[in-house]
């Protein structure tokens, strides 16, 4: 009998490692698509994984309210029944759902209620990459004014080469989070 909780104990904890490892990699990949224009330093990577972790046991709380619309159903199973964080949605695939939602929500609104003003500042090329994004390959540059920096996004193949220490004339506007986003790139020489 130990054996087998041994054996159930150690798969749990490989599950839990496999788990962040793939959430972590996931958040990375993902927030370099919604967020690699703009110049928050991941500051609002922090705020989405911030939200959808946090609000992932919220919303468990009123998923297991409203299934039973009593507070003693939050802390216990009815008897007889597949334990409600063993079903399908479980709770760490409600972390990952709120998390990606967020991500979702602040990109999408940071550049639909962005302001139309827009300024040109001078950047310079500090690196050039490459990142896998699943099995998509993105070309990125890394670039700075000093105060700001990004990797910004370039595309599976992009329309321009850059190299490293090119100044660039960065067309910029602001997001409605405060954060600049990058609307244009023009190779300064």
Do not use: C
């Amino acid at each position: 009998m130990s054996k087998a909780l041994a054996t159930k104990d150690t798969m749990g904890q490989f599950f839990s490692l496999s788990f962040f490892i793939a959430y972590s990699a996931a958040i990375l990949q993902l927030s370099f698509l919604a967020f690699s224009d703009v110049l928050d330093d991941g500051i609002l990577t922090y705020i989405a994984v911030g939200l959808g972790i946090s609000s992932a046991p919220a919303i468990r709380l009123f998923q297991k309210w409203k299934h039973a619309k009593s507070a003693s159903y939050l802390i216990t199973d009815e008897p007889g029944q597949t334990p409600f964080h063993q079903r399908l949605i479980n709770f760490p695939l409600l972390i990952v759902f709120s998390t990606f939602g967020f991500i979702g929500l602040i990109s999408i609104s940071n550049h639909i209620f962005a302001s139309e003003e827009v300024h040109v500042e001078e950047f310079v090329v500090e690196a050039i990459g490459k990142k896998r994004v699943r099995y998509d390959l993105f070309e990125y540059i890394l670039i700075s004014n000093g105060d700001y920096a990004t990797s910004l996004n370039l595309g599976e193949t992009p329309k321009t080469t850059f190299s490293v220490g090119d100044k660039l004339e960065v067309t910029l506007k602001t997001g409605l989070w405060g954060y600049y986003i990058v609307e244009d790139v023009v190779n300064g020489g």
